[in-house]
């Protein structure tokens, strides 16, 4: 690390402590002692940079305003300065600033405090970094994956937390993508696992995640049990995200048919728990909260310049049940996108004039994703026609060939493992579509488990895989994954590489753009 961007990372850790504000030059209205000032407890988080604009999360410990200023020098010497309404116990006192008016393609510094609504005065602030969306071509790269805290694997302070977001930052990301299973509201969290080798993985433990999440507040405490972690604050601080969610910030498998166990005591209606889930994943997420779904809405399209465009779905609010999925015609039990958000992805890749289309899928498209005897994806394990779920893939599929939308690749997680597969009419029983690729990234600190088997249909080839030798795995086995999409300015380029917990890349695969002839 070179003497400039190690004081850089010491300005953005800057947890405050030990930075004195009158040596920023911020003199809080009111001198307080630090018992009486407001406490920032979960850091900073940006999201859903696109435009001009960018959004800045953060949580205080009581009402209050959170006040973001931001410059592009690290010294502040021109801040602007942008305040939230006041947040309160309704949305756990968190609070979200949408900055705008940012300069295209610069490193944006910001520092973050909350004014106590009683009595004005200013908490020690926080400080964050983001790079602003480019307005011309420039090189692009972002990590993605999904699936944090899950089979028991929480924060083991043993083997330094969850590391593998310290070595994501350090690959210095314009963004991250989380495709899901943020959390794992059905997972506690014990003080200690057996893992795969019969050694003892320590946790550190939480009230709100010694049981599956019923309440709001369950709910609320598993996205701040994450944030306990000292690797994922400083990647929040530095790496702005697109969060998407999946089964798992519910319960598993949840669909409208889902009956819930016997470990659920407060709640028996999953309409119920999925209502306070979304409600806290909402609070919590990093992003804009755009109209519809009476809650807020989350699939969305994240624009980031010329050569780039995210289409964020949402595979869990519109679904159908969990059936056999084998029906010949589409319906309400085949819906998995559901016809809203499918007309929306359609109008918006037929109008998207970025190089590259990003699909963010939560759930990939051909493997096996059982429910018992019931299908939780999209394959149903038979390889013919498409049927069920797959007719509202097959749908969007052939609409991108005679839309003649190029360049879309798909990104997923959810299995556990990490995978690159590749799509083809020429193998497809279903063949009305151009050729397409799908890589698949995770867990990023969970059990790790596959390789799942490949459903024909579209015509999969499983071009690479790297999956644990034993199920459940913990994080220390090594079978840790993310992805990483690194896009050349100059040649329009798409490069994909899957690396593990330590950042070697276990697969590499480019792409180029397509040219008229």
Not at 170 to 175: A, E, G, T
Not at 461 to 486: D, I
Request: charged fraction near 25%; glycine fraction near 8%; charge should be neutral.
């Amino acid at each position: 690390m070179t003497a400039p961007d190690q004081k850089r990372r010491q300005l953005l850790q800057g947890i405050g402590a030990g930075l004195a504000l009158p040596a920023l030059g911020i003199a809080p209205a009111i001198i307080a002692a630090p018992r009486a000032r407001p406490q920032m407890l979960d850091g900073v988080q940006s999201g859903d940079v696109e435009g001009n604009r960018a959004l800045v999360w953060s949580r205080c410990d009581r009402p209050g305003r959170l006040i973001v200023e931001w410059d592009t020098r690290s010294r502040f010497g021109n801040p602007r300065r942008m305040l939230s309404s006041i947040t309160d116990a309704g949305r756990d006192f968190t609070a979200r600033v949408d900055l705008r008016g940012l300069p295209a393609d610069q490193s944006i510094f910001y520092r973050a405090r909350f004014e106590d609504a009683r009595s004005g005065v200013l908490s020690e602030p926080w400080f964050g970094h983001l790079r602003s969306a480019p307005k011309r071509p420039r090189d692009i790269r972002f990590v993605w994956g999904g699936d944090t805290c899950g089979q028991g694997y929480g924060i083991n302070p043993d083997v330094g937390g969850m590391r593998i977001y310290e070595t994501m930052r350090q690959r210095r990301p314009d963004f991250f993508l989380h495709s899901g299973d943020v959390i794992y509201a059905d997972g506690p969290i014990p003080a200690e696992v057996t893992a795969e080798d019969g050694s003892t993985w320590r946790n550190l433990v939480t009230e709100e995640k010694s049981k599956v999440a019923e309440t709001l507040h369950e709910f609320r405490g598993n996205y701040r049990y994450n944030l306990l972690d000292e690797n994922l604050r400083a990647f929040n601080a530095e790496v702005p995200q697109i969060w998407q969610w999946d089964d798992h910030e519910v319960t598993n498998n949840w669909s409208p048919s889902k009956v819930l166990d016997d470990r659920y005591q407060q709640v028996r209606d999953v309409d119920t728990l999925v209502r306070r889930a979304r409600q806290a994943y909402l609070e919590y997420a990093p992003m804009r909260i755009a109209r519809g779904d009476r809650l807020g809405r989350i699939y969305r399209k994240v624009s980031y310049g010329p050569l780039l465009e995210v289409f964020v779905l949402d595979m869990r609010s519109y679904r159908g049940p969990n059936t056999h999925n084998l029906q010949a015609e589409q319906g309400a039990d085949t819906a998995f996108l559901g016809r809203e958000q499918l007309r929306w992805l359609k109008r918006e890749l037929r109008a998207s004039r970025a190089t590259w289309k990003i699909i963010a899928a939560d759930m990939p498209i051909g493997l096996h994703v059982p429910d018992g005897p019931r299908w939780e994806a999209i394959a149903n394990g038979n390889d013919g026609p498409a049927l069920g779920r797959e007719l509202e893939i097959a749908e969007l599929l052939t609409f991108i060939q005679r839309a003649r939308v190029r360049n879309t690749v798909w990104l997923t997680a959810d299995v556990h493992y990490c995978a690159a597969h590749h799509y083809h009419p020429n193998r497809a029983a279903f063949q009305q579509f151009e050729p397409f690729w799908e890589f698949v990234a995770g867990p990023l600190n969970a059990g790790s488990f596959g390789p799942n088997p490949l459903d024909a249909t579209f015509g999969p080839e499983v071009v690479f895989h790297k999956a644990a030798p034993t199920p459940n795995s913990s994080p220390r086995a090594g079978f840790q994954f993310f992805g990483e999409v690194e896009i050349d300015a100059q040649s329009g380029a798409l490069g994909v590489s899957l690396r593990d917990i330590d950042g070697t890349v276990v697969y590499s695969q480019t792409l180029e753009p397509w040219q008229p002839a």
